[in-house]
């Protein structure tokens, strides 16, 4: 059964027009984490949570926000995507503590801007 | 800043070969993770290394840890077509929860 579940899969949006992806997990982790995924490169984290203390990336565009409600949900919203922004959006979570801090990925957003 | 870099980039080797992508980083480190990607999807988990000198194996694949020297190797023994992936190292600093990943080696076995 999937432990992070990430909706939807595919999410096509205009330029401009506010988006939101969603992420859940079963696994009640305190860690969550944003990434973005441009086509043959790395992940690269957006921001954390660590239970509600929300840990932003220096260099991550003011476009990009998130909101973790509770301890099963987090959100990432973009205010205006631009066409830079089409991207796999994947949502990981950890433990607070324990052997080690595996992360468990979502299968991800495909994000198409248009 | 904690940098990761792998080698190779890319990687294309024949069915039944043996090969290794290493992985460097750049300051001190307490764990170190492998993960697989295959195209269009999301990351899977491999490995985790905890500790100098740590060696996990799955299969025909093998990741050792060498924390002095600040490198992981990940060994694929007798490549199948099926191990044909990107694959991705990832690290993580003491007391914090942020991962950095390497650039990642595109693996391409030939039938």
Redesign the interface.
Known sequence: DAMVIQNPRYQVTQFGKPVTLSCSQTLNHNVMYWYQQKSSQAPKLLFHYYDKDFNNEADTPDNFQSRRPNTSFCFLDIRSPGLGDAAMYLCATSRERGAAYIQYFGAGTRLSVL | ELKVEQNPLFLSMQEGKNYTIYCNYSTTSD?L?WYRQDP??????LF?L?SNGAVKQEGRLMASLDTKARLSTLHITAAVHDLSATY?CAV?TSGT???I????T?LKVLA
Request: hydrophobic share 25%.
């Open positions: 764990r993770y269009g999807k999301s990351l899977e988990s985790v905890l991705f993580t929860y942020k991962y990943f390497g650039t990642g595109r």
